[in-house]
């Protein structure tokens, strides 16, 4: 059960990780773009 957990947490923090690099490639070409 506890195994378990610590994957949860594992894979929540890959997703968060994976969000954030998504975002900020967004971000820096809309910014790209704009100037």
Do not use: H, N, Y
């Amino acid at each position: 059960m506890k195994q378990m957990r610590t994957i949860s947490i594992l894979v929540f923090f890959i997703a968060a990780t994976a969000a954030a690099a998504t975002l900020m490639g967004i971000l820096s070409r809309f910014l790209t773009s704009l100037l």
